[in-house]
């Protein structure tokens, strides 16, 4: 990513997502993690189609 300047959370506005990255020794870029914007939705989708039930 060109705008990547130190460790940090990013919105790849691109990709639709929000991106962990790290800034590393000699400006070495290396994506961490990241999570979809309706990756929320996702959840509950899956949530209410899983076949295990709740603890508690």
Do not use: P, V
């Given at each position: 990513m060109h705008y990547v300047y130190k460790?940090?959370?990013?919105?790849?506005?691109?990709?639709?997502?929000?991106e962990y990255w790290y800034v590393g020794p000699n400006e070495l870029r290396i994506l961490v993690s990241w999570l979809s914007w309706n990756a929320f939705k996702e959840y509950e989708t899956w949530e209410k189609n899983c076949l295990v039930e709740k603890a508690g």
């Open positions: 460790t940090d959370i990013y919105q790849n506005s691109a990709k639709k997502r929000w």
